[in-house]
C-alpha cells in the first residue's frame, strides 16, 4: 500500500510541481491550497507525512503544526519555508517539526528527506503501539479478582502508580507478582518510560553485578567492551527485581548503595553514575527470617520495604476463581482463533475445590491446555488435569463462589442474548420460569443496568 502525504502550500505551482513529483514516486498525494484546507483533511483520514508551507493565507503552518500534533502526533511533519523565515523554521522544529526544507526546493533532498521522515514516523508508531500493548496487558483488566484482599490491592496500586516509591511484593509462587508491578509502572507516572523486569535467581552469582550495574571493557574475562547494565536500562522508569532473596551479599551492598545515593558504579570502573529508577522487589521468602540467618542484610530489607504488598495465594480467595477462568477463557480462546467454551457446574466446583499450589500461574495453565483440548462447547471435568473432588459437598465459601459463578454465567448469557428472557433460558436448558426465579434469587435485574 503506497505511503501517503498531505501537502500544505499556497503557491499553485509548486503545490502542483510536489504533487506531480511525488505521485510519480509512488506515493499517494492530497494537495491543500492552505493551513485549514489541509486540518480539514487531515481530520477526515491519516497521512503518512505532512508536507507544510509555513507562511499560507487563512492559517499559517505552525498554527497547522499545532492542530497536527493534537490530530496525530504521531505523523511527522516537514516545513517549507524561504530563505528570510529560517527563524520561523527553527519555531516549528521546536513546536514537532521533523525537519525543514528552504526553497526553491532541491527534489533530490526532498525525497531523501521524505523517505526518512516517513521511516521515523513508522517506527515512532510502532514504540508508541508497543507502550499501548504493554499498557494493557498490565492493566488492571489483567489484575482480575473482586475479593477484599484484591479491592484493598487494587486501591494501593491506584496509589502507588502515582509516585515513584520503593515497592517491595511478598508472596508464593504464581500469585502474580510481575503482573502487580507492571500494573504499578503502567497505570501512572512511568506508563512511557522503561519496565525492565529482571529474574535475579536466573542470572550467576558471578554475572549479577555485571547484569544490574553495567562493567568497564577488560574488567573481568569476557568484558571485551563497555556495557550498560539493567539499572541503566530502566533509567527513568521502573526495574523489577524478582526473587531478590537470590542475590549475594555483595551484591546486596552495591543495591543498597543504589537505594541509597540513586548512583550505580559500573564493575571495573570508579564513576558514579546517576540513575533515576524505580524500584519493585519481589520474594516468595520471609526476609525477615533470611535477616536472622544472616543471609540478607537488614539494611537492605529496610530500604525496599517502604511500601510492602502481601498477595493472597489463591486458595485464600477463592471467589475470584469463576472471574480469573472466564478471564482466561477468553484470552487463550482469542489467541487460539475460537469461540470461548462455557464451562459446566462440574468442572467449576473442580476448579474451586482445587488447593491451587501454583496459584494463579497454575490456573492459567489448566485452562490453556483446556481450551487447545476441548472440542465441546463447554469445559467439563473430562478436559481438566484432576478427576473426582467435584464431587465432595462444598463448604460456605465454595458455595458462595459457586452462587458467584452462577450470577456471572447468567449476565453474561443474558448480555449476549441482549437480555432476551426466552433465548436465554433457551441457551441455559432451563424454563423461562427458572431463569426468572434465579434472576431473583442471585440480584439479577430484569433489564440492563
Not at 516537514?78 to 526546493?105: C, E, H, R
Not at 559500573?266 to 546517576?274: H, M, N, Q, S
Not at 491446555?369 to 469445559?379: H, P, Q, S
Request: glycine letters at 6%; hydrophobic letters at 40%; a negative charge.
Amino acid at each position: 500500500m503506497p505511503k501517503s502525504i498531505l501537502i500544505a502550500e499556497d503557491e499553485q505551482v509548486l503545490r502542483e510541481s510536489l504533487a506531480e513529483l511525488l505521485t510519480q514516486e509512488g506515493y499517494e498525494v492530497v494537495a491543500a491550497a492552505n493551513g485549514k484546507a489541509a486540518q480539514a483533511a487531515a481530520i477526515e483520514r491519516p497521512f503518512d507525512l505532512v508536507l507544510s508551507d509555513i507562511r499560507m493565507p487563512e492559517m499559517d503552518g505552525i498554527t497547522l503544526l499545532g492542530h497536527l500534533a493534537r490530530l496525530a502526533p504521531q505523523t511527522p511533519v516537514i516545513m517549507l519555508t524561504a530563505f528570510g523565515t529560517v527563524d520561523s523554521a527553527v519555531k516549528a522544529m521546536q513546536a514537532g517539526a521533523v525537519d525543514y526544507l528552504l526553497k526553491p526546493v532541491q527534489f533530490e533532498d526532498l525525497l531523501l528527506r521524505i523517505k526518512r521522515a516517513i521511516e521515523h514516523g513508522e517506527m515512532a508508531r510502532s514504540n508508541q503501539r508497543m507502550t499501548d500493548q504493554l499498557a494493557a496487558e498490565s492493566s488492571f483488566h489483567n489484575l482480575v479478582g473482586e475479593s477484599a484482599p484484591m479491592k484493598r490491592l487494587f486501591g494501593l496500586v491506584h496509589k502507588l502508580a502515582a509516585v515513584k516509591s520503593t515497592v517491595l511484593l511478598l508472596g508464593e509462587s504464581g500469585t502474580g507478582k510481575e503482573l502487580f508491578a507492571r500494573a504499578i509502572h503502567y497505570n501512572g507516572i512511568t506508563r512511557d518510560k522503561p519496565f525492565v523486569a529482571v529474574n535475579c535467581g536466573a542470572i550467576p552469582d558471578t554475572l549479577i553485578a555485571s547484569e544490574l550495574f553495567g562493567h568497564r571493557k577488560g574488567s573481568f574475562t569476557g568484558a571485551t567492551a563497555d556495557r550498560a547494565g539493567y539499572f541503566e536500562a530502566a533509567n527513568g522508569g521502573t526495574l523489577f527485581l524478582d526473587e531478590i532473596s537470590t542475590l549475594p551479599l555483595a551484591t546486596q551492598s552495591m543495591l543498597l548503595r543504589v537505594l541509597e545515593e540513586r548512583v550505580v558504579v559500573p564493575v571495573g570502573d570508579t564513576k558514579p553514575r546517576p540513575v533515576d529508577v524505580r524500584i519493585i522487589a519481589a520474594t516468595n521468602r520471609d526476609l525477615r527470617e533470611m535477616v536472622a540467618a544472616g543471609e540478607f542484610r537488614e539494611d537492605l530489607m529496610y530500604r525496599l520495604d517502604v511500601v510492602k504488598l502481601e498477595l493472597p495465594p489463591l486458595r485464600q480467595r477463592r471467589e475470584d476463581i469463576p472471574l480469573l477462568v472466564h478471564h482466561f477463557l477468553q484470552k487463550y480462546a482469542s489467541q487460539m482463533s475460537k469461540r470461548a467454551p462455557g464451562i459446566t457446574n462440574g468442572a467449576m466446583r473442580a476448579l474451586l475445590n482445587h488447593d491451587w499450589p501454583g496459584n494463579i500461574r497454575e490456573l492459567e495453565n489448566v485452562i490453556e491446555r483446556a481450551v487447545i483440548f476441548t472440542e465441546g462447547d463447554e469445559l467439563s471435568v473430562q478436559d481438566l488435569p484432576f478427576k473426582g473432588v467435584e464431587e465432595s459437598e462444598p463448604g460456605e465459601e465454595l458455595r458462595e463462589a459457586l452462587r458467584q459463578f452462577e450470577r456471572q454465567h447468567i449476565l453474561y448469557c443474558l448480555r449476549r442474548h441482549e437480555f432476551d428472557k426466552s433465548t436465554t433460558a433457551e441457551h441455559l436448558g432451563i424454563g423461562l420460569s427458572s431463569l426468572y426465579r434465579k434472576m431473583d434469587e442471585l440480584g439479577i435485574a430484569k433489564q440492563p443496568e
